[in-house]
């Protein structure tokens, strides 16, 4: 049980161009889905909080406008990386918690802008 | 605030050896303590947790105390394996905070056969 797909798992797009990575949970409902971001060989750093029919809370740093969430149901989240360039180059992970304090990992997403 | 001090690496082990991994914390409020491990080119995945203080979680071989009183939860594993090379990554939530987790640095550990 508890298991998050991703999805695309890799994908490479060109500078200026949009991508949308897709988080499910599979077997649960999520009342929260969050997004991070791994640089290669760091830890993770939260992007932000989406809760289903609200708006996203981002962290401080996190431009809204580039990166668009949209949690559209209770196992449904997306991010989409607006007019992406290299430096948004990254491996995305997203997870998702049925509440409380446990959070479930999807496999992750490797950006790759050309 | 919230923050999760973890032993740095990279650990490099022959297989059966003994693994010990430290990870202290602070936090504002009462924590849950997670470990977490990522394999290469994957996401994380809950190795164990613990969510009151002496808990011990454990799972495949690994284990971790909450110490309250020196607020760590120390990863441990008697003999590891070559399946065992991972990044580990110590964390903590507070409900404070709406349980968002706050990650150590992560440790790469490697198993020599």
């Known amino acids: 049980g508890a298991v998050v797909s991703q999805h695309p798992s890799w994908v490479i797009c060109k500078s200026g161009t949009s991508v949308k990575i897709e988080c499910r949970s599979l077997?649960?409902?999520?009342?929260?889905m969050f997004w991070y971001r791994q640089f290669p060989k760091q830890s993770l750093m939260l992007m932000a909080t989406?809760?289903?029919?609200?708006?996203?809370?981002?962290e401080q740093g996190v431009e809204k406008d580039k990166f668009l969430i949209n949690h559209a149901s209770l196992t449904l989240s997306t991010l989409t990386v607006t007019s992406a360039h290299p430096e948004d180059s990254s491996f995305y992970i997203c997870?998702?918690?049925?509440?409380?304090?446990?959070?479930?990992f999807g496999p992750g997403t490797r950006l790759t802008v050309t | 605030g919230n923050s999760v001090t973890q032993m740095e690496g990279p650990v490099t082990l022959s297989e059966e050896a003994f693994l010990t991994i430290n990870c202290t914390y602070t936090?504002?409020?009462?924590?849950?303590l997670f470990w977490y491990v990522q394999y290469p080119g994957e996401g994380l995945q809950l190795l164990l947790k613990?969510?009151?203080?002496?808990d011990k979680g454990s799972n495949k071989g690994f284990e971790a105390t909450y110490r309250k009183e020196t607020t760590s939860f120390h990863l441990e594993k008697g003999s590891v394996q070559v399946s065992d090379s991972a990044v580990y990554f110590c964390?903590?939530?507070?409900?404070?905070?709406?349980?968002?987790?706050?990650f150590g640095a992560g440790t790469t550990v490697t198993v020599r056969a």
């Open positions: 964390a903590l939530s507070v409900y404070s905070n709406d349980y968002k987790l706050s």
């Open positions: 989406s809760n289903e029919g609200s708006k996203a809370t981002y």
């Open positions: 997870s998702a918690t049925p509440g409380l304090y446990e959070q479930y």
């Open positions: 936090a504002t409020g009462y924590p849950s």
């Open positions: 613990a969510t009151k203080a002496d």
């Open positions: 077997d649960f409902q999520a009342t929260t």
